[in-house]
């Protein structure tokens, strides 16, 4: 998953006037980066996970432990780090006690920093020049190199991904801008004649299977309007358009995590036709639901709990961060205008 993950706003929506409900005793937990240090949000209160002075960046996090890298001019060190221990989980008998948070454990080499990257064990995927028109991957396995590839035709790489145990996906627009997709090297053929962008990619399977690629954003024939674009086992899919919605509404989805299944779960937005203005808008692998509400940001992760699935958004005014379900906005107190949400802990992320 991602990643240093880029996000991006699609355009300055119109927020609806909502009251606030009042926010969950819990609320949700976050993990993200600022001003060099990596971070746990849990209620209210962000405790930090690593010293000052290690300029680290946190690319993700799994069931035991995160990862990311440490930035030195152009160079990048990555690191892992297990997850924080429980406050007042019982110790295992004999065991002498042990601090609630490790340090981060550096591998040994250095690698020129990225735009974005993903991690599975020993492997890592590193992208250059992402958004620049002439992006550029590495694969590597340890210390070698694996497989690497460059472009110099207007292409932009908004999503990547490592598959479990080999092989990769890469995804964004062509220079026409068309959806593009490459795994493992071979190119995908679009629908010719669409337009659009993928945004997402992941490796999802069920319990019957192994992990497969898949991958995920908008598109759209001509000037139709946007909606949300698949592809995975079944080739090129997309939903059938909600009746209800009124005629031109566009369907952005932007981030995304693999579900129950070995579906695609994902979040993003529902632009009104003629207004613009923004809704949160998700997708549980089978059907989508737009709770309503309006809201407006740079989506930075989603996630789930007692009141159903919501976006964490950031925001350029304070409150910096909110909590948007499409049924109120809850500010997210105690994060700042250094900080960056990574992941939602205990449920679907950002990659």
Known sequence: MVRQALLWVLVAGLAGAQEAPAPDAKGPVLYGDGAGRIWK????????????????????????????????????????????????????????????????????????????????????????????????????????????????????????ALGPIGGWVIAGRDGVGAPWLEVSGTNVEV???????????????????????????????????????????????QPAPDPEAPAGTGIFPLLGAPGKGGVLTLAGWQADAGTGVLRPWFWDGSAEQTPGGGAEGQLQAFGSGKGGVFLVVRHSISPWFTKEDGKGSVPLEGLGVDDRVVAVEAGVSAP
């Open 41 to 160: 949000w849990d209620g209210g209160e962000k405790t930090y996970l690593s010293p000052e002075g290690q300029n680290l960046v946190l690319g993700g996090v799994g069931e035991k432990q995160l990862w990311g890298w440490a930035v030195a001019g152009d160079r990048a060190r990555f690191f892992t780090m297990a997850l924080p221990k429980k406050k007042g989980a019982a110790p295992v008998k004999d065991e002498k006690p042990q601090p609630l948070q490790a340090p981060p454990v550096f591998d040994k080499g250095t690698f020129a920093l990225p735009d974005r990257a993903d991690r599975v064990g020993d492997r890592l995927l590193l992208v250059y020049g992402a958004l620049s028109g002439q992006p550029r991957y590495e694969v590597w396995k340890g210390a070698q190199r694996v497989a690497s590839r460059a472009w110099d035709d207007g292409r932009a790489v908004y999503a990547s």
């Open 191 to 237: 629908p010719e004649g669409w337009r659009g962008r993928l945004t997402v990619a992941a490796w999802a399977g069920d319990d019957q299977g192994p992990a497969l690629p898949q991958a995920a954003g908008w598109g759209a024939a001509g000037s139709a309007p946007a909606q949300a674009l698949f592809w995975g086992p079944n080739g090129w899919t």
